[in-house]
């Protein structure tokens, strides 16, 4: 504990040099910019903005994309709230009553229970953060390659099996990344696999070029395509920014449920922040006191679901931190920024690098304050984005998207990879096939392979060990239990 | 009920990749050393996995379609239908893209595509929009190339460009 606190300190230390305070408040700025864009996610967000660190030491790039991170969450849930187009799925429950309370003028309150739900929820998951990675780490310095491969293997089942519409097609968008995450030379052997013989497919494929394709190229080419003729309607910020003692008193204990709710989801790789959003607000429907305003701008249908958001997406800093496993595809894209500067996030870069992990931690309570104070008060220049006309919004969102790809080894072959899995991303978002499991398989299939490969090499070729180790085998049981138990519930539904 | 051949297709799409994935996998040479996992075992794996969601996808489809699939009708989804020129000139932007960065370099190319996303988005005012593009493509290679160090093609503005000194 004392230990914890002094790393902390340490942490603050680094994280509070006036040049890393910099990279976070351009971070947070920068995130809310993008973030505020239609259709742009904080996989995107973070994705897109990659580039823009390559100049950056290790720490300070970590340190903004913290900022990033956070900044990419409040940006969407603007958007979600004065435009109704959820970014991703994790703000639909936001958007259900949050739009409606922009309609009856009252955005202003909404936008203030986001940010300030925001800061709190995200303060307290910090904080368990800062409390529980110390301890994980404990743990997870005994698990050896099959407890690893056993994890991985369940994160790949709740991010694709549990969330979303289906199964079967979560499970598709998975293999496909981890089909993508096979291409290039296969570190232990030397073999290459999948290349074709394209040089540039060698080194793999890149988690920038994937998610920019899927989400950019693939988003854009969608709305092109089916709702660029729609007539658009964005409310109007209205109503005061500052909550009124009602709203205070409806929106705390809201913020504080979701925080608790939201954590777990986010820290036991249970499938990303969508499950907790909704399981808030349907908590804050049964026990509000105005029933009555559920349905027309109810402010604990926005405040529970936001807070529960951020406390979830800062609790998946715990397996990513700790155990180098994302559970989302945010997450295995800031995966993909650790691994372009060497680092492979797990319980031993908390000892080879405490100043590193410690100094992110401490950016992330930083964070949360510079969204605060920044964000709400710039409110009204954020909205001004939004007026920009359609046409130049997507044509701004392609052309800075696309940079991201490209500077990456200035190679028009990416922009050809970059088109095709724009195609993919077209076809996955009309026939409903969800694209973060690809994101995830791409970035964590290799490392589940090299920990499937290390396991069998201990075991001198035995596949027992997966079953004989007993964490790895409940893991693996629950993995299947997980796929197989929304399949259950349907069918005694049914009977 | 209503025919909807694309799913049919996009499952035997699937499998078909799997079983590509497969071929693939059996050229890939075995070796693994004294654990027996070659650089094949992964590949086999995923082949095997996108040969049964293909069967399962197919399966879905062809009873009644994939379940809870967002509706095939662009109204219920509160769309409009597929707007085949936006689509294309949102595709003639990227495919220019690609051909212009190395040659005409990257301020250019950054504009046609803005201004071909522009003009499929419904925008009807092309030459401001070239012009909007040219001014961001060169905002943003100035940001590159100074402050970033990150080499972006120059092109065909190189004279315009070197004799800014950038």
């Given at each position: 504990?004392?230990?914890?606190?002094?790393?902390?300190?340490?942490?603050?230390?680094?994280?509070?040099?006036?040049?890393?305070?910099?990279?976070?408040?351009?971070?947070?700025?920068?995130?809310?910019?993008?973030?505020?864009?239609?259709?742009?996610?904080p996989a995107?967000?973070v994705?897109?903005?990659?580039?823009?660190?390559?100049?950056?030491?290790?720490?300070?790039?970590?340190?903004?994309?913290?900022?990033?991170y956070?900044?990419?969450?409040?940006?969407?849930?603007?958007?979600?709230?004065?435009?109704?187009?959820?970014?991703?799925?994790?703000?639909?429950?936001?958007?259900?009553?949050?739009?409606?309370?922009?309609?009856?003028?009252?955005?202003?309150?909404?936008?203030?229970?986001?940010?300030?739900?925001?800061?709190?929820?995200?303060?307290?998951?910090?904080?368990?953060?800062?409390?529980?990675?110390?301890?994980?780490?404990?743990?997870?310095?005994?698990?050896?390659?099959?407890?690893?491969?056993?994890?991985?293997?369940?994160?790949?089942?709740?991010?694709?099996?549990?969330?979303?519409?289906?199964?079967?097609?979560?499970?598709?968008?998975?293999?496909?990344?981890?089909?993508?995450?096979?291409?290039?030379?296969?570190?232990?052997?030397?073999?290459?696999?999948?290349?074709?013989?394209?040089?540039?497919?060698?080194?793999?494929?890149?988690?920038?070029?994937?998610?920019?394709?899927?989400?950019?190229?693939?988003?854009?080419?969608?709305?092109?395509?089916?709702?660029?003729?729609?007539?658009?309607?964005?409310?109007?910020?209205?109503?005061?920014?500052?909550?009124?003692?009602?709203?205070?008193?409806?929106?705390?204990?809201?913020?504080?449920?979701?925080?608790?709710?939201?954590?777990?989801?986010g820290?036991?790789p249970?499938?990303g922040?969508?499950?907790?959003?909704?399981?808030?607000?349907?908590?804050?429907?049964?026990?509000?006191?105005?029933?009555?305003?559920?349905?027309?701008?109810?402010?604990?249908?926005?405040?529970?679901?936001?807070?529960?958001?951020?406390?979830?997406v800062?609790?998946a800093l715990?397996p990513l931190?700790?155990?180098?496993i994302p559970t989302s595809a945010t997450a295995a894209v800031l995966l993909g920024?650790?691994?372009?500067?060497?680092?492979?996030?797990?319980?031993?870069?908390?000892?080879?690098?405490?100043?590193?992990?410690?100094?992110?931690?401490?950016?992330?309570?930083?964070?949360?304050?510079?969204?605060?104070?920044?964000?709400?008060?710039?409110?009204?220049?954020?909205?001004?984005?939004?007026?920009?006309?359609?046409?130049?919004?997507?044509?701004?969102?392609?052309?800075?998207?696309?940079?991201?790809?490209?500077?990456?080894?200035?190679?028009?072959?990416?922009?050809?990879?970059?088109?095709?899995?724009?195609?993919?991303?077209?076809?996955?978002?009309?026939?409903?096939?969800?694209?973060?499991?690809?994101v995830i398989?791409?970035i964590l299939?290799?490392?589940?392979?090299?920990?499937?490969?290390?396991?069998?090499?201990?075991?001198?070729?035995?596949?027992?060990?997966?079953?004989?180790?007993?964490?790895?085998?409940?893991?693996?049981?629950?993995?299947?239990?997980?796929?197989?138990?929304?399949?259950?519930?349907?069918?005694?539904?049914?009977? | 009920?209503?025919?909807?051949?694309?799913?049919?297709?996009?499952?035997?799409?699937?499998?078909?990749?799997?079983?590509?994935?497969?071929?693939?996998?059996?050229?890939?040479?075995?070796?693994?050393?004294?654990?027996?996992?070659?650089?094949?075992?992964?590949?086999?794996?995923?082949?095997?996995?996108?040969?049964?969601?293909?069967?399962?996808?197919?399966?879905?489809?062809?009873?009644?379609?994939?379940?809870?699939?967002?509706?095939?009708?662009?109204?219920?989804?509160?769309?409009?239908?597929?707007?085949?020129?936006?689509?294309?000139?949102?595709?003639?932007?990227?495919?220019?893209?690609?051909?212009?960065?190395?040659?005409?370099?990257?301020?250019?190319?950054?504009?046609?595509?803005?201004?071909?996303?522009?003009?499929?988005?419904?925008?009807?005012?092309?030459?401001?929009?070239?012009?909007?593009?040219?001014?961001?493509?060169?905002?943003?290679?100035?940001?590159?190339?100074?402050?970033?160090?990150?080499?972006?093609?120059?092109?065909?503005?190189?004279?315009?460009?070197?004799?800014?000194?950038?």
């Amino acid at each position: 504990m004392l230990e914890t606190l002094h790393s902390l300190y340490q942490g603050f230390a680094v994280a509070l040099t006036p040049l890393n305070l910099f990279w976070g408040f351009l971070g947070v700025t920068l995130g809310t910019f993008v973030g505020v864009l239609p259709g742009v996610g904080p996989a995107l967000t973070v994705a897109m903005l990659l580039p823009v660190t390559v100049k950056l030491d290790a720490t300070g790039a970590l340190i903004m994309f913290a900022g990033i991170y956070y900044g990419a969450m409040f940006g969407g849930s603007t958007t979600t709230i004065l435009l109704n187009t959820p970014g991703e799925s994790a703000s639909i429950a936001t958007a259900l009553e949050g739009n409606l309370m922009a309609k009856k003028g009252r955005a202003g309150a909404a936008l203030a229970t986001c940010a300030i739900g925001s800061f709190v929820a995200g303060t307290i998951a910090t904080i368990l953060v800062t409390l529980l990675a110390p301890m994980v780490i404990e743990i997870a310095l005994k698990f050896g390659p099959a407890e690893y491969f056993a994890l991985m293997v369940f994160a790949f089942t709740t991010v694709s099996a549990v969330i979303g519409s289906s199964t079967v097609r979560g499970l598709t968008s998975l293999f496909l990344g981890l089909l993508l995450g096979l291409v290039g030379i296969d570190s232990q052997s030397g073999q290459s696999r999948f290349t074709f013989g394209v040089p540039e497919l060698l080194d793999g494929v890149d988690v920038v070029v994937l998610a920019v394709g899927l989400f950019a190229v693939g988003e854009t080419l969608y709305v092109a395509a089916y709702s660029s003729r729609v007539e658009e309607q964005i409310e109007q910020l209205r109503g005061s920014l500052w909550m009124s003692k009602e709203d205070w008193k409806r929106s705390l204990p809201a913020w504080l449920r979701a925080t608790l709710i939201g954590f777990p989801f986010g820290s036991i790789p249970a499938g990303g922040a969508e499950i907790p959003t909704f399981l808030s607000y349907a908590t804050e429907r049964r026990l509000t006191r105005y029933p009555q305003e559920f349905g027309h701008g109810a402010i604990e249908g926005v405040a529970g679901p936001e807070a529960a958001n951020n406390a979830s997406v800062t609790g998946a800093l715990v397996p990513l931190l700790t155990l180098g496993i994302p559970t989302s595809a945010t997450a295995a894209v800031l995966l993909g920024a650790f691994q372009n500067y060497g680092i492979q996030p797990g319980p031993l870069l908390f000892q080879s690098q405490p100043d590193l992990v410690w100094g992110l931690i401490a950016s992330l309570y930083i964070g949360n304050v510079l969204l605060l104070i920044l964000n709400l008060p710039l409110v009204g220049i954020w909205v001004r984005v939004l007026e920009i006309p359609r046409p130049l919004l997507y044509s701004g969102i392609l052309l800075f998207a696309t940079v991201g790809a490209f500077s990456l080894h200035q190679s028009v072959t990416d922009l050809v990879i970059l088109y095709i899995f724009g195609l993919f991303g077209f076809i996955m978002r009309r026939w409903d096939i969800p694209v973060g499991p690809a994101v995830i398989g791409l970035i964590l299939g290799p490392l589940a392979e090299t920990q499937f490969r290390r396991a069998l090499s201990i075991s001198q070729g035995d596949p027992s060990v997966f079953v004989t180790h007993p964490i790895s085998a409940a893991v693996l049981a629950l993995s299947l239990f997980a796929v197989i138990l929304p399949h259950l519930i349907r069918h005694f539904r049914r009977a | 009920m209503k025919a909807k051949p694309a799913e049919p297709i996009l499952s035997i799409a699937v499998l078909i990749l799997g079983i590509a994935v497969a071929i693939g996998t059996a050229m890939l040479p075995s070796g693994g050393g004294y654990a027996g996992v070659g650089p094949n075992v992964a590949p086999a794996i995923v082949a095997a996995g996108l040969i049964l969601i293909g069967i399962w996808l197919l399966y879905e489809a062809l009873s009644g379609g994939w379940r809870n699939a967002r509706p095939d009708d662009p109204a219920a989804r509160g769309e409009h239908p597929f707007h085949v020129g936006a689509f294309v000139w949102v595709s003639v932007g990227l495919f220019a893209q690609m051909l212009l960065m190395q040659r005409a370099g990257f301020v250019l190319a950054q504009a046609v595509l803005f201004a071909s996303v522009a003009r499929g988005f419904g925008s009807a005012r092309p030459l401001r929009d070239f012009a909007a593009g040219l001014l961001l493509g060169f905002g943003v290679f100035v940001f590159f190339v100074q402050f970033l160090n990150v080499n972006l093609p120059a092109g065909w503005l190189r004279p315009i460009l070197g004799a800014a000194g950038i």
